[in-house]
């Protein structure tokens, strides 16, 4: 069983920047991919960026150039440094961390931008 810890949601201005983490916690073997999405209201939950346990990393098209995916494989946590925000990025932004082909999702963290 995969826990997984949010942390770093907030409040930003358009332009500002804001970091997420997730931890991992539980008993695996191992992690592959570990992602991020997020669900504005009224809308479908989406992807925004994703990387294997290699490092290799995909973003949304909506979010390239501005956001940064990184892993600690060692801490089993995953990072997305978001850069110049803007009001439309706001969202409730989810971890998801696969595992023996099983899919893991953390409770969420708010992430407001304000123009």
């Known amino acids: 069983q995969v826990q997984l810890v949010e942390s770093g949601g907030g409040l930003a201005q358009a332009g500002g920047s804001l970091r997420l983490s997730c931890a991992a916690f539980g008993s695996f073997f191992s992690i592959n991919a570990m992602g991020w999405y997020r669900q504005a209201p009224g809308k479908q939950r989406e992807l925004v960026a994703d990387?294997?346990?290699?490092?290799?990393?995909n973003y949304a098209d909506s979010v390239k150039g501005r956001f940064t995916i990184s892993r600690d494989n060692a801490k089993n946590t995953v990072y997305l440094q978001m850069n110049s925000l803007k009001p439309e990025d706001t969202a409730v932004y989810y971890c998801?961390?696969?595992?023996?082909?099983?899919?893991?999702w953390g409770r969420g963290t708010q992430v407001t931008v304000s123009s």
């Open positions: 998801n961390a696969l595992s023996a082909s099983i899919s893991h």
């Open positions: 990387i294997t346990s290699g490092g290799r990393s």
